[in-house]
Structures are given as C-alpha cells and as structure tokens.
C-alpha cells in the first residue's frame, strides 16, 4: 500500500489522493491512510467506510473526487514514475483544447510473481497513437487485447453522468468500471507508455484460478449486468459495438470454463441458466456469443467434451499469460 501511495505522490498538488479505508481491520490501511493525509494535507486524503468490498470503495472514491479525470489505483499496484509525469503533461496540454476528452488510454504490465517475462498490454495495433480519436478511428482489437480498468483514466464528470455505481460485497466490478461507461465516450487519447503496474501471482488474490472458482457466482453476476448495460445502451456505432461484444465473450467464457473446471454439477447448472438468461434477454447477442467459436468450445456436450474445453483454456492462458 505505502509503495502504491508513494508512486502517486510525485503528481504534487495537482493529484488528489483519495485513500479508501474499506473497513478494514485485519491490517493497518486505517492508520497508513490517516498518517498519509497528516504528513501530505490537501494531496492524500483518508475515506474511512464500512465494509462494502472493492465496487463500494470505488464508489466512495468516486463521490468525493474533486478532480477533473479519475483513475483507479489497487493498494497491490503501482505507477512508473516517468509514464506518469508524461501522462500529466497530455492532461494539461489536453485540457487547454476546445474538445474534452472523455478517457485517456495508457499501457499497463503485468508484474506476475516469479515471471521472467513481464507481460505488456498495450493498443498499437487498434488504436492511432497521441492523437484525440472517436470510435471511428478505432482499427482492430486484438483476440485477448482490451481496454480494462488497468488502462484508462476517465473524467470525473462522464462517470456520474453515466450513473456509474458498482455492486457491494462483489468481485470482478472492474470489468464493470471500465465496460458500462464505453457508450458515453465521445473521445479518446492512447498515450503509447507503459503507466500501469499491475502485480499478480499472489494465491489468495481474487484473480486466482480456485479463488475465481469459489466466487463463480459474483463471477455470473457481474457478467449478467455487463450483458444488460450492452442491451440497454442501443449502441449504433459499430466499431464500439464490435468492441463491447468481444468483452461479453470474454466474460460468458471465462464464466463457462470455471464452471466447467469446477467439476460441480451445481455450477454446471449456473453455466446453462448464464447462457439461458441471455437468449431470453438478446436473442441475437445470444446467437452471436453462443455460435460463435468460442462460445462453441464452452458448450461441448458430454465429459470429452468439457475436457477439450479446459485444454483450449489452458492454451490460452499460456498464450495470452493471464491468472
């Protein structure tokens, strides 16, 4: 957490620091918030709060953010020093224009514990580079290339105009984050710098394998309300469009296959109501997700067929280096 708030810090008074106590009461996040906000007055200020999960700290950081861009930072996370102060100098020359800019897009790299190789995510190959862009200049996203909360900082205003507010006591938000506001982004910048430290590995992080298994049902959850958003938004760009379905076959896969590796005959059960609650509700999404190839692999009939399905995950975990 020190780490995390310290990496902000070089952003002076012109970063508010908003240190959410969610809490907590098995470590010292209380008193590391109340000793930032004493020792950096007017930079970090402490928000202490019931428990209510991640969503619910998002939340409150989002209602008493001042600031006119917003951005999540995980205590576990960091931010490279040099990629933030280039990250500034785009806000405030961008803020002088006449145009506003609704999300500004940067890399982020995965800090996976024990990896040699430390994985990037970056968009050069979808997104024009240092430009302010609209969706129209979207090229093509990658399979396995997305816009996740990691990567954007959004402004202040479009969040609450968009109604965004995550579930308590719910895992998995982040896709909430970043997915529901995409319809009211009229332009974007992608600042091609490796800003982001995302650190991953550690067993009882909620990215875990057996923990995403035990929580599959929050899992469904978040996946079920990313589905309505995407009904409920009527989008008619489609470039976006395309965008926010591939998302949705993430999230219907990744549902699928810890179910399916579950080895649960319940979890089974959640898989075929997850995929019966979305032809009810969009038919043609439906058809899309369902049909397409891998909503194909995720719905192989019979033992043999759940095994060939967990060895395509398996490959693509390797591939793409999540979990």
Known sequence: MRKCIDSLLPGGDEVEILIVDDGSTKDRTAQIADEYEARYPGICRAIHQENGGHGEAV?????????IYFKVVDSDDWVNEEAYREVMETLRFLLKGDQALDMLITNFVYEKQGAAH???????????????????DVKMFMLGQYILMHSVIYRTQMLRDCGLELPKHTFYVDNIFVFQPLPYVKTFY????????????????????????????QQILVTKLMLGYYHESRITNWKLRHYMVRYLEIMMTV???????????????????????LRKMDLPLFMRLRWGFLGQSMNLPGKSGRTVSIAGYKISQKFFGFN
Request: with cysteine; proline share 1%.
């Open 118 to 136: 430390k994985r990037v995510m970056q968009y050069k190959t979808a997104l024009p580079r240092r430009q302010l862009c609209t969706w129209n």
């Open 59 to 67: 939340n409150a950081g989002l209602r008493a953010a001042s600031g």
């Open 190 to 217: 992608y600042l091609d710098v490796n800003f982001y430290r995302y650190f991953i590995g550690r067993e009882d992080q909620s990215v875990n394998e057996q923990v995403m298994i035990g929580r599959i049902d």
């Open 255 to 277: 549902s699928s296959i810890l179910a399916i590796k579950s080895g649960s005959e319940e979890n089974m059960e959640k898989k075929k109501e997850l995929w019966q609650h």
